[in-house]
Antibody, heavy 119, light 107 residues
Framework: QVQLQESGPGLVKPSQTLSLTCTVS??????????WSWIRQPAGKGLEWIGRIYTSGSTNYNPSLKSRVTISVDTSKNQFSLKLSSVTAADTAVYYC???????????WGQGTLVTVSS | VIWMTQSPSLLSASTGDRVTISCRMSQGISSYLAWYQQKPGKAPELLIY???TLQSGVPSRFSGSGSGTDFTLTISCLQSEDFATYYC?????????FGQGTKVEIK
């Protein structure tokens, strides 16, 4: 059973960079034709897809965030990471990591981690 | 960007009811649609992908239909554990986008 777990600071100051890591257990991040993605959800609101990465390093990003987002993968640690630069209060949300099937539906999700942007 | 209109935003129903949630796309997406269930404080869970394929382990009372621009999630006999918020998601073109959500509450 694949499990994903987000980790990283829960509080980030405005203009700084948000950094989160997702650790995958129960299987190798390199096995199968899966993508590894980040999705966020502001409190009481809907879901926003941030982007995804394949283990080859190939990425796809949401154009609304593309200039500020970097997603990377470390297959030796079975982890992938999110960096979001120049954050503002609008970036305050629960951030989820997820495994995407080759077609795009996300079949496994982390529990989510709340990141608050505040001074 | 493909925009999605999910309706209704709130649905009041009783246990045993048959409920239907709609998702309409701003352009055709073939069958590249998924449905998720989210309970408070939890991550979404995949129910259906490819518009009508039931994810492993999901009860058969859930079903999905549609293609192109109009899609439907049906719960044939609502159970107490089904009271939650449901989202549709398109993965036809980047960026993937989600509907606004439908909260199914106890009537």
């Amino acid at each position: 059973q694949v499990q994903l777990q987000e980790s990283g600071p829960g509080l980030v100051k405005p203009s700084q960079t948000l950094s989160l890591t997702c650790t995958v257990s129960g299987g190798s991040i390199s096995s199968g034709s899966y993508y590894w993605s980040w999705i966020r959800q502001p409190a009481g609101k809907g879901l926003e897809w941030i982007g995804r990465i394949y283990t080859s390093g190939s990425t796809n990003y949401n154009p609304s965030l593309k200039s500020r987002v970097t997603i990377s993968v470390d297959t030796s640690k079975n982890q992938f990471s999110l960096k979001l630069s120049s954050v503002t209060a609008a970036d305050t949300a629960v951030y989820y990591c997820a495994r995407e099937l080759e077609t795009g539906a996300a079949d496994y999700w982390g529990q989510g981690t709340l990141v608050t942007v505040s001074s | 960007v493909i925009w999605m209109t999910q309706s209704p935003s709130l649905l009041s129903a009783s246990t045993g009811d048959r409920v239907t949630i709609s998702c309409r796309m701003s352009q055709g997406i073939s069958s590249y649609l998924a449905w998720y269930q989210q309970k408070p404080g939890k991550a979404p869970e995949l129910l259906i992908y490819a518009a009508s394929t039931l994810q492993s382990g999901v009860p058969s009372r859930f079903s999905g239909s549609g293609s192109g621009t109009d899609f439907t999630l049906t719960i044939s006999c609502l159970q107490s554990e089904d009271f939650a918020t449901y989202y549709c998601q398109q993965y036809y073109s980047f960026p993937w986008t989600f509907g606004q959500g439908t909260k199914v509450e106890i009537k």
